[in-house]
Structures are given as structure tokens and as C-alpha cells.
């Protein structure tokens, strides 16, 4: 499994941004995609995710209510849709795929994508 994200860029606070994770191989929709991020000098943390199957969403307390992920299996494409975007959200947005369930831990996902930079200015 290959993942491209795209989309990344510079944009001030309380503007939106649109994340895309491109995936080849069989079975992206039986796949948990998750998205996760890492600032500078910090771990990479949980943002949110989409469970396959089913398609549950789940998100990390700080985005909730602020971006939204979905998933398009006919394009085997997973997005992040990120709005009200705070200068905190400032960092290397990662996506992911493997069999997480409802794991949030970097290490519960097995294919990640090469990351996109995501700058948000006050």
C-alpha cells in the first residue's frame, strides 16, 4: 500500500484547508485511514480517522467540531477537510493505513504517506 498526501500550504488563522491521501493497492476500503500530525520538537499525534467497513469517524478533542474527515473507496482517496484553522494546528500532516480499530497510537498503523506541511499564521 502506497499513500500521497497533498494539500498542504500557508494560510492565516480561521481559514480552511483541504487534505488529500491518494492510496494504491487492494482493499483501501477495508482499511482505518488515519491522519495524524507532528509539530516541531513534539511527537506525532492523533488527528482523526475513518474506520473501513463501515466508515465511522472518530477525531482527536483539540479538531473536533473543526475538521472533518471522509473517504472515497470508488477513488481509494481519503480527505481531511480542516476549518477555523488555528496557528496550534501548525505542522507535518500525516496520512495512514492499517487495521487500527479504534487505536489512536502511531504505531497501530502499518503504511504512512510522506506528509504534507501545514502553516497556519496569526
Known amino acids: 500500500v502506497q499513500l500521497q498526501a497533498s494539500g498542504g500550504g500557508l494560510v492565516q488563522a480561521g481559514e480552511s484547508l483541504r487534505l488529500s491521501c491518494a492510496t494504491s493497492?487492494?482493499?483501501?476500503?477495508?482499511?482505518?485511514m488515519g491522519w495524524f500530525r507532528q509539530a516541531p520538537g513534539k511527537e506525532r499525534e492523533f488527528v482523526a480517522a475513518?474506520?473501513?467497513?463501515?466508515?465511522?469517524?472518530y477525531y482527536a478533542d483539540p479538531v473536533k467540531g473543526r475538521f472533518t474527515t471522509s473517504r472515497d473507496n470508488a477513488k481509494n482517496t481519503v480527505h481531511l477537510q480542516m476549518n477555523s484553522l488555528k496557528p496550534e494546528d501548525t505542522a507535518v500532516y500525516y496520512c495512514?493505513?492499517?487495521?487500527?480499530?479504534?487505536?489512536?497510537?502511531?504505531?497501530?498503523?502499518?503504511?504512512w504517506g510522506q506528509g504534507t506541511q501545514v502553516t497556519v499564521s496569526s
Open positions: 495512514a493505513a492499517g487495521r487500527a480499530f479504534t487505536d489512536t497510537r502511531p504505531t497501530s498503523y502499518d503504511y
Open positions: 493497492g487492494r482493499f483501501f476500503s477495508s482499511y482505518d
Open positions: 475513518t474506520r473501513g467497513g463501515a466508515g465511522t469517524t
